[in-house]
């Protein structure tokens, strides 16, 4: 089967199309013919350094999200989940190729009314978007800020916390960013790239932190007293370093979200279900053919990506 190999830790280079030998599902495994394969800010920074949350060492094949159709089952498997269309995590490892086989408990049936692309679009950053709903609990009335807006879960959070009743700010670096987080309803929206960007917006209650770094640091001082900050990324390479101790000087919470399996399992199912229904539409930007995995990771890395990134494996 075709594949795209992690040859060594390094550039977008190290990212290599070739040939892989097809999986077997084992017990307790199926074999998904994958669709499409998504792309999260993580894996540009593992196959950079080796670090982050997946345990591996090159040579391997990358990839930690897919969709496509259940191909074959192995023991103790419902033999009725051939041929359905199906969303997983893969654990780390695989996704970049044209089958992979993985733990059938961890497989979400798609809804029929969503298309594939989307509800692998949806997989990572779906959840991830309730989870940190869940943990800020915007209100009606209160102001929303989101860093990295037009991003893969910013674009979700900004429908999710419009969705609430709350007042939205969007935060994105550039003209093009910013027009992406209006037309999904932001009601303001600010350049994080510019060195000024916080002094002329009134203060926040919640702040949904992506960014890390200057930029969260930034965005922390806007929060009112009662405001809650929740940070569940690290685009500029750095968390925010904001201790509990200046928090509490401030009389903010730093909130950290709640991650159980059931957790994970529920935002999921809910993230597709919000999407079948109409009520959620996670941006698709830009979307690769397989072999071109290298390409995709330099644009994510270059700050050239709106929304999702795809690969396109069939």
Sequence with gaps: MRAVWLKEFGGPEVLVAGEAPDPAAGPGQAVVDVAFA??????TRFRATGDGPFKAQPPMILGNGVGGVVAAVGDGVDPGLVGKRVVTGTGGSGGYAERVAVDAAGLYVVPDALEMDTAVALLADGRTAMLQLRAGAPRAGERVLVEAAAGGVGTLLVQLAKAAGATVVAAA??????????????DETVDYLKPDWTEHLDGVDVVFDGVGGAVARAAFRLLRPGGRMVSYGLASGEWADVSEEEAAERGVTLVKPQVTPELLRESTESALAEAAAGRL??????????????DAHAAIEARATVGKTLLEVR
């Design 281 to 294: 539409r996670p941006l698709i930007g830009q979307r690769f053919p397989l072999e071109r995995a290298a």
């Design 38 to 43: 998504n792309i999260t800010f993580i894996e």
């Design 173 to 186: 670096g550039g003209p093009r960013k910013l027009e992406v987080a209006r037309e999904l309803g932001a």
